[in-house]
């Protein structure tokens, strides 16, 4: 397993719940393939450098990770697909 950190801002137009839902969704698609999340940032609101989807701030969070590479590539495609995340970065970590 490697480390990773990810990186995703969530729209902020939509209501906490569906949030904190969005927040949930990924991180379980991590633990479903066998990923151990090490640490779980909120970075709260902030302002986009330029609009995304008509956006001008988004939520950050981060996630500290242990996963395969299969694992990663999941959360990266079903990321790609939900509108409620405008963007994401994985890096991985050097051992």
Same mark, same amino acid.
């Given at each position: ?22 927040? #949930? ?6 633990? =479903?393939? !066998? +990923? @151990? %999340? ?29 996963? #395969? ?6 959360? =990266?495609? !079903? +990321? @790609? %697909? ?14």
């Amino acid at each position: 397993m490697n480390k990773y950190e990810i990186m995703f801002i969530v729209r902020t137009d939509i209501d906490e719940k569906t949030q904190k839902d969005t927040v #949930s969704t990924f991180e379980k698609v991590l633990t =479903d393939m !066998k +990923a @151990k %999340i090490v640490n779980t940032k909120d970075m709260g609101q902030k302002k986009l450098a330029y609009p995304i989807n008509k956006q001008l701030r988004g939520n950050y969070y981060v996630l500290n990770v242990e996963a #395969s590479a299969n694992a990663v590539k999941e959360f =990266d495609r !079903k +990321a @790609k %697909i939900d509108e409620n995340i405008l963007r994401h970065i994985i890096i991985r970590e050097e051992e």
